[in-house]
């Protein structure tokens, strides 16, 4: 038997072949591995004849950021969040903004070492209300987010998911049972971009969003980024947002954010401003009651309103809170109606701060 490293940790979602080869059940890619091969994400590999995480503890760096970064608008407005993530992905985006730890295959990316204990205490002394899986996506490294989590709850600190939601049915419901928030990256509305762009598919997504609004307590909110001539259509928006409003309702609030060129597409120019408001007002035409750009300065777009009366809520520029009408009880201090999301008494004052943490301080 190879002697295991230890960031190395077996996995159960997987099942052998008849040819030989063990296949990975937990994202709809299905990879199938003979012995030593890794699969797509580069984190999961067939090691004595079973599937293994090799990155377990192990991360890219943790930084302390606003909760509104993820973006996340409607859960602890204001409140700092510790965001972590590891290496590799299970998607290929040709677009991605992280492209040097979503496709990293350089281990010495994995700098920063951290059991969950340790995760949780730095949450808990430096003051963040939640943790977040986020720069690469948590779903690839699910035992060692779910563990995080369950140490994090333990200390009355909550967990943040930033996801594309690309994993199967059986882990997805283990995964989401310890996540509070979510924010899932529904990157278009055709199977062409997922299947071109991406190299992945739509569908998936599609049931993982489902499944949080009709199975799970999860609050959770979607971003699209907004690609020139990609995915930015009138009628692709109009699709996508009526989609949203009959599937999930109309309180998911809903992200429209700015491309800049990067990664394997280079090609394309940054994202106007004016897309993003189109983008906008498409939505709350078709019921989305709390649509928001981002990645640009955009006080208007990126604050929310109570969809009743219209009276501003939270006001937020870039990142740092200003007004703010909410009752305790997180209700509209006008007319009454409540905001539907996860809300303290008063909101945080984190600002826009982005800290870098070593772990080692706290171990």
Not at 48 to 68: A, K
Not at 249 to 272: I, L, Q
Not at 305 to 312: A, E, I, N, T
Not at 325 to 347: D, H, K, M, S
Request: charge should be negative; proline fraction near 6%.
């Amino acid at each position: 038997m190879t002697a295991a490293a230890p960031s190395t940790v077996p996995t159960k979602y997987w099942h052998a072949l008849d040819d030989g080869r063990v296949q990975c059940d937990l994202c709809p890619r299905f990879c199938q591995l003979h012995e030593g091969q890794r699969g797509f994400c580069f984190v999961r590999a067939r090691q004595d004849d079973e599937i293994v995480l090799t990155t377990y503890g192990r991360s890219s760096g943790f930084c302390i950021d606003p909760i509104e970064k993820k973006p996340l608008n409607h859960f602890l407005p204001g409140t700092p969040v510790l965001s972590f993530g590891t290496a590799g992905c299970n998607l290929g985006c040709r677009f991605c903004q992280n492209w040097d730890i979503s496709k990293s295959r350089e281990t010495d990316t994995l700098a920063d070492q951290a059991d969950p204990a340790t995760i949780a205490r730095a949450a808990k002394r430096l003051g963040c209300r939640s943790v977040a899986f986020t720069y690469n996506d948590p779903v690839i490294f699910m035992e060692y987010a779910i563990d995080v989590a369950i140490a994090c709850h333990e200390v009355g600190v909550k967990t943040v998911a930033v996801t594309a939601g690309e994993i199967c049915e059986e882990p997805r419901a283990e995964f989401f049972e310890h996540v509070d928030a979510a924010n899932v990256d529904l990157k278009a509305f055709t199977e062409r971009f997922y299947r071109d762009v991406c190299a992945s598919h739509l569908q998936p997504v599609l049931d993982t969003l489902v499944y949080l609004k009709r199975e799970t307590d999860v609050w959770f909110e979607l971003t699209t980024l907004l690609i020139p001539g990609e995915n930015d259509s009138d009628a692709e928006l109009h699709a996508m947002t009526e989609w949203v409003v009959e599937h999930l309702g109309h309180d998911v609030p809903m992200h429209f954010t700015a491309f800049h060129p990067d990664f394997r597409m280079r090609d394309k120019p940054r994202t106007p401003p004016e897309t993003l408001a189109r983008a906008r007002d498409i939505a709350r035409e078709n019921g989305v009651r709390h649509a928001y750009t981002g990645n640009v300065h955009d006080t208007a777009g990126s604050s929310t309103y109570c969809h009743m009366c219209g009276k501003r809520l939270i006001e937020r520029d870039w990142y740092v809170l200003g007004e703010w009408n909410l009752t305790e009880t997180a209700c509209c201090n006008l007319c009454g109606i409540e905001l539907p999301g996860v809300f303290e008494p008063l909101p945080g004052d984190w600002g826009a701060q982005r800290l870098p943490v070593r772990l080692r301080d706290f171990a």
